[in-house]
Each structure stands twice: as structure tokens, then as C-alpha cells.
């Protein structure tokens, strides 16, 4: 069945350095979402990536979406504190039914 | 605007025992799907509905049942409950359909299995 697989698994880093997280998906899809889930609470609607080498920014944060649509990265530039959280990435199986990565823990040390 | 509101947000069951959980969606929003999410683990699809149908399922077993109601609200409801059982439950709220298929998710209702 479909997997999204993520790694790595757990990232710690001083604040001021950079993160990167990577997604892979088992098969093709058609958009790819991320979230981010800060410890104790639930997970929040980042941004949609649908094109094919699709890359958009929002302000520290870079997000790529693979040619071949199977693989995402988060990138988050000069982390700070408030970046602590689990960041996963979704894809969808069909209509709204998400499939979620295992997601990638990060602890930013001040 | 009230996002999406869960009850209880913690609670405790014994083996056997079965649970109620309840959702509201985010107001504008049809279609509540609901999440399992183990200790550590991404949030896994447990059932989608829309227009007081179960729209699609994941693979989890027939202890598993829900309901949608007029109001868009919805009740996940677990029989039998398994010490496995015990996670924290998000229920999502989107447009079905929807261009973008944002989920918003409430903040879970904790359940815990002795």
C-alpha cells in the first residue's frame, strides 16, 4: 500500500542553524501537504504543494515538491526556538483521505 | 469563527469499556475526518464524512463506527476498546471536494486505556 516515509526521525540543532527535513512517497502524488504539530498540540495546515518541482517560500521556510512528484523537503533557514515542533508532510490517497508521514521531531537548542 | 471544537479533550477507559468522541467543524466546513495519532507516531486515517455518510475508511476494524449530523457535527464512536486503543484522536474539518484540501484539525481528546 501507499507508505510517506520521512527522515530523519529526530533533529536537533542549534538555534541559528539551518533544518531539512525529507519526504518520500511510495507512488506518485498528486499534491503533497505539510504540517507542523508543536508538542502538546495538534497539527496545522502549512502549505499545498501541486506542481512538479514546485518550490514556494513562506518568510525562513522553503518547500520543494520532487519532478517526479514522489518526494518533498522542508527546509527552514537560521531555526529559531519558536521552530521547535514535529513537521509532517501528507499525501493523499483519494479525495480528502491524507496519508501522513512519520514526521521529523525538531528540538532547537537557544 | 470557532475552528474545530473536540470533547472530551482527556479521558480514561478500561478494556472492554466503549467511548464516545465528539467534533465540530470548523464553521463553512461539510466534511470531518477523523485521525488516530499513536504516542510518536503521524496521524493515522481512521474515516471520512460527508453529507451523513461514511465517504471513505482506513484500515482500522469494524469497533471503529461513526456519525455525521445535519449540523456537520461528528461523533467517533470505539466498542470494545483495546489497551492499543489508547492515542490521542483528531478530528479534521474541510470542504468536501475543496480546491486545496486544507485539513483543520481541533486539538484531539486524549484517550487512555487501563
Known amino acids: 500500500g501507499q507508505q510517506v516515509m520521512q527522515i530523519p526521525q529526530y533533529q536537533h540543532v542549534q538555534e541559528g542553524e539551518d533544518f531539512t527535513t525529507y519526504c518520500n512517497s511510495s507512488?506518485?502524488?498528486?499534491?503533497i501537504q505539510w504540517y507542523k504539530q508543536r508538542p502538546g498540540g495538534h497539527p496545522v495546515f502549512l502549505i499545498q504543494?501541486?506542481?512538479?518541482?514546485e518550490v514556494k517560500k513562506q518568510k525562513r521556510l522553503t518547500f520543494q515538491f520532487g519532478e517526479a512528484k514522489k518526494n518533498s523537503s522542508l527546509h527552514i533557514t537560521a531555526t529559531q526556538t519558536t521552530d521547535v515542533g514535529t513537521y509532517f508532510c501528507a499525501g493523499p490517497k483519494t479525495g480528502n483521505q491524507f496519508y501522513f508521514g512519520t514526521g521529523t521531531s525538531l528540538t532547537v537548542i537557544p | 469563527d470557532a475552528g474545530v471544537t473536540q470533547s472530551p479533550t482527556h479521558l480514561i477507559k478500561t478494556r472492554g469499556q466503549q467511548v464516545t468522541l465528539r467534533c465540530s467543524p470548523k464553521?463553512?466546513?461539510?466534511?470531518v475526518s477523523w485521525y488516530q495519532q499513536a504516542l510518536g507516531q503521524g496521524p493515522q486515517f481512521i474515516f471520512q464524512y460527508y453529507e451523513e455518510e461514511e465517504r471513505q475508511r482506513g484500515n482500522f476494524p469494524d469497533r471503529f463506527s461513526g456519525h455525521q449530523f445535519p449540523n456537520y457535527s461528528s461523533e467517533l464512536n470505539v466498542n470494545a476498546l483495546l489497551l492499543g486503543d489508547s492515542a490521542l484522536y483528531l478530528c479534521a474539518s474541510s470542504l468536501y471536494g475543496g480546491r486545496t484540501g486544507e485539513l483543520f484539525f481541533g486539538e484531539g481528546s486524549r484517550l487512555t486505556v487501563l
Open positions: 464553521s463553512g466546513h461539510d466534511t
Open positions: 504543494l501541486v506542481k512538479s518541482g
Open positions: 507512488t506518485t502524488l498528486s499534491n
